[in-house]
């Protein structure tokens, strides 16, 4: 296998300074594969003109000196290193002078993006890891908060304010004391009169998706706090209730307290509740059922726009098959033996016997499982199924929600033996699903045997009633020995499943 190629984006934000490493193999796969952070806060501490103070750009200056260092003895090339600067600098007094001494001591090509370029890396970010084709795409940095609108997976309209997290904190939300409610009143005051300037804001979205450190943050505070079993964010939904419980909670702490909240990282206790704050005024304002947190941010937005390119605007066709593809191809799956068995699966799918299955959505979770099952043999065969359970949860799977990602890691989890079961999963999950679990399971493990010998035989798989039972008949090409006895051994977990034994013919 080819070495995979390297990518570094640096993001150069109002709140945190922020290297990341992408990672390209064969097919296209990508992945992030290093990261360097540092909490430098450029964005605080401003002059009475809102220059960048000497101590903060000293401290910035540093840690730029350590990215390039970073990048030079990693062996990254110069033309693959992407620096790019947001709000902070870019409307600073100062800020086109900082670049300049930042470039003559580092050797770094650091772009400073403008308020539509910003917004547009956060759209291409939002829409290439998430399944959203209308909404608002929302990025709240430390300086600025970008909302865009979009339909039909298009940006049709964006917009930049002030309204970050350092900014809004220092000035709203300044001191070591809880905060006081006039504070949080006249931020949300503010942050209305702000928005007030885009009437589109409050045209009605049903889907609100968002970048950015504090969403992140806050997303993993409620799933902590509602003890679900999540170490990913994606595709989580923030609600309406859940942060208003935050803010409380948040109000009540002084800025040292909040870090101690499950899930507030260290660093963020001083800006997170001026962030907790302006969502939920953007919240109101859109109508949205809540804020779904996604992994990437505008590093993702700027690496996928090179990567992508020249497609305009750079998207992906199929973000979650794009996805199930690039987890696949991340770890050497043999996606003729895959795709097999997912085609497999589908015609057992199409012929179920219960009239009203499968369920909506079901085939492409089971096809989803099909495609990834085996992906746990990049770590060991022994317990591979266990492996490829780890790895799908671990990737969050783009594109998915978190009750569809425990699904599909299920089903590969019991693509071998033992009798399926939610297990913690289950307080992501709805009623009907652990039928749902070992209809998928029992399919996926006779469409495996029947392409045990990995020489795709068995062209075609169909299930038909007879004499109060399920015959299994197949298309092949050559000696189906193999195949039938695995098929013949699933049968008990079939009837578990369906209710009817099965027999292959």
């Known amino acids: 296998m080819s070495a995979a190629e390297r990518t570094a984006v640096i993001d150069l934000g109002s709140n945190s300074f922020r290297l990341v490493v992408f990672s390209t193999g064969p097919g296209g796969w990508w992945r992030r594969t290093d990261e360097l952070q540092e909490m430098v806060r450029l964005g605080g501490d401003l002059g009475p003109g809102g220059e960048l103070s000497p101590a903060r750009m000293a401290h910035a200056l540093e840690t730029l000196r350590v990215f390039a260092a970073f990048c030079a003895t ?28 930042a470039r003559r001591a580092t050797g770094l090509p650091i772009r400073i993006l403008s308020q539509d370029e910003e917004a547009r890396s956060a759209y291409v970010a939002a829409l290439n890891s998430t399944s959203m084709r209308d909404g608002m795409v929302l990025d709240l940095g430390g300086g600025s908060l970008e909302l865009v609108d979009v339909a039909d997976r298009q940006a049709r309209e964006l917009a930049s304010w002030p309204l970050g997290a350092v900014r809004t904190s ?80 948040l109000a009540a702490r002084t800025p040292c307290e909040r870090e101690g909240v499950p899930g507030i990282k260290r660093g963020r206790g001083e800006v997170i509740l001026g962030a907790a704050v302006v969502l939920q ?24 726009a090179s990567k992508l390119a020249p497609l305009d605007p750079p998207l992906v066709a199929d973000v979650r098959a794009a996805s199930v593809r690039n987890l696949a191809m991340q770890h050497g799956v043999d996606l003729v033996h895959a795709e097999h068995i997912a085609s497999l699966a589908h015609q057992l799918l ?28 990049a770590v060991d065969y022994d317990d591979h199924h266990k492996h490829s359970s780890y790895l799908i949860i671990g990737s969050g799977l783009p594109g998915y929600t978190p009750r569809e990602v425990a699904l599909i890691a299920l089903m590969a989890r019991y693509h071998r ?15 009907g699903d652990e039928d749902l679990l070992l209809r998928g399971a029992a399919l996926l493990r006779i469409a495996e045997q029947l392409e045990r010998n990995r020489d795709q035989v068995v062209q ?12 299994l008949e197949l298309d092949a090409t050559g000696d189906t020995q193999v195949a039938r006895w695995g098929a013949e051994r699933q049968g008990d977990l079939f009837a578990r499943a369906f209710g009817f034994p099965l027999t292959v013919a």
């Open 281 to 304: 005024v953007v919240l109101e304002l859109t109508g949205a059922p809540g804020i779904e947190a996604t992994e990437a941010g505008l590093r993702e937005g700027v690496f996928l």
């Open 170 to 249: 220092e000035r709203f939300l300044r001191g070591d004391s809880p905060a006081a409610a006039k504070d949080l009143a006249a931020l949300r005051k503010h942050t209305r009169r702000e928005l007030a300037s885009a009437p589109w804001v409050a045209r009605g979205h049903d889907r609100l998706v968002g970048l950015g450190g504090s969403v992140r943050n806050l997303a993993q505070a409620a799933v902590r706090a509602a003890e679900l079993p999540l170490d990913s964010v994606q595709g989580f939904v923030l609600t309406p209730e859940a942060l208003e419980d935050l803010i409380e909670t």
């Open 350 to 377: 199409g012929a179920l016997p219960d009239a009203g299955l499968p369920e909506p959505g079901e085939p492409e979770l089971v096809e989803a499982a099909a495609l990834l099952h085996d992906v746990g043999l």
């Open 74 to 101: 990693s062996g990254i090339r110069a033309d693959d290193i992407h620096p790019v600067a947001t709000s902070a600098i870019r409307d600073a007094p100062n800020g086109e002078e900082f670049v300049q001494r």
């Open 460 to 471: 075609g798989a169909h299930l038909r009633r007879e004499n109060g039972g399920v015959v």
């Open 417 to 431: 033996k033992v009798t399926p079961q939610l297990g913690p999963f289950a307080a992501l999950c709805r009623p």
